[in-house]
């Protein structure tokens, strides 16, 4: 197809939070565009968010650049730096390893969508400064902060 | 900024396309995010097409994969399997080395918005079937498909 077929591809709210985190993206749905086109150099997912849910848990990268572009919709972008409300052709980038979590959290009534690319994994850790996680770099495992697992 | 401040960020319509293949990209303009936002594992650009102007001239990268969101308004993409009208939400995916060229065309009264992102530049060259052109990929240089210069 030329067009991708977003029909064509399963949309799904998996994740491999342990509980209680994994409670906060149940209504985060996205659509993995990578592995069903053919890209193999970067990471690319299309979310709809709804009302309520959070795109993930607030985090940061040691490896891996981020970018997302709002197409429909609304979100809160919340960070250490401040709370920003995102409207359909607002960008954020988050380059790799600077220290300030981040999630968007759909505070609106009514669906959200976005599209968001990431690097291919690098095996560097993933940090969620709020909650007692960290996704192992080489493992991609969901740890405790004291690395035992859950 | 948490979010990209696009008003800080340069639009611009420049090209290295020789003459006269510069003229169909005259009202293509573009934001590259990634060097104004510390991307670096990946390109990134929001594009803006006026009425009448194309996206590119037809290409096909040998190196580098290529995917694209519409945020706004309208644009036909034009391919050897066939044109395809974009819409807000819909997603193009251009695995690299698939050799079939690719540009979005507006046909529409009204300005078009969309997100591309590409992968870091691979080194291979890049083919334009209609004309004779092609992007060198060691010096990216236009040459002649005789691979004389311009």
């Not at 919709?73 to 960008?91: H, I, Q, S």
């Not at 390893?97 to 959200?112: F, P, Q, T």
């Not at 969620?128 to 996704?135: F, K, Q, R, T």
Request: aromatic fraction near 8%; include cysteine; charged fraction near 25%.
């Amino acid at each position: 197809m030329p067009k991708v077929d977003l029909s064509a591809i399963e949309e799904t709210n998996r994740t491999g939070y342990p509980s209680p985190y994994d409670a906060d993206v149940a209504g985060r749905w996205y659509r993995r565009l990578a592995p069903a086109t053919g890209l193999t150099d970067f990471g690319a997912s299309l979310v709809r968010l709804e009302p309520g849910a959070w795109s993930s848990q607030r985090h940061w990268h040691e490896g891996e650049d981020e970018l997302m572009a709002m197409i429909e919709g609304e979100a809160v972008l919340v960070e250490d730096r401040g709370r920003t409300l995102l409207k359909p052709g607002d960008v954020v980038a988050w380059p790799k390893s600077v220290a300030d979590g981040h999630h968007l959290i759909n505070e609106s009534a009514a669906d959200c969508r976005f599209l968001v690319v990431g690097s291919k994994p690098a095996g560097q850790d993933c940090h969620y400064p709020d909650i007692d996680l960290i996704a192992d770099g080489p493992t991609d495992d969901y740890l405790h902060k004291d690395r035992t697992p859950y």
